[in-house]
């Protein structure tokens, strides 16, 4: 789609499923996979970061949980 664009994660995290319960409205989902944005809306900057801080931390936390 031309109005859109996405930034994917490793499915086999549970990555997507924490940005879900982080931001219900913000973002469309599309499966375990990845995040939908649209081209006209402003980019959410703040709730960005905080996906892929967590997605670029993600084995590092994953190993403090052990």
Same mark, same amino acid.
């Given at each position: 789609?031309?109005?859109?664009?996405? =930034?994917? @994660?490793?499915?086999? %995290? &549970? =990555? !997507? *499923? %924490?940005?879900?319960? #982080? @931001?219900?409205? +913000? @973002?469309? @989902?599309?499966? &375990?996979?990845? $995040?939908? =944005?649209?081209? +006209?809306?402003? $980019?959410?900057?703040?709730?960005?970061?905080?996906? !892929? *801080? #967590?997605? #670029? %931390?993600?084995? =590092?936390? +994953?190993?403090?949980?052990?």
């Amino acid at each position: 789609k031309e109005d859109k664009y996405a =930034l994917y @994660f490793h499915c086999q %995290t &549970n =990555l !997507i *499923s %924490t940005f879900k319960e #982080l @931001f219900p409205k +913000k @973002f469309e @989902f599309e499966g &375990n996979r990845s $995040i939908h =944005l649209n081209v +006209k809306d402003p $980019i959410p900057n703040k709730e960005l970061k905080v996906c !892929i *801080s #967590l997605a #670029l %931390t993600y084995h =590092l936390n +994953k190993k403090r949980k052990r």
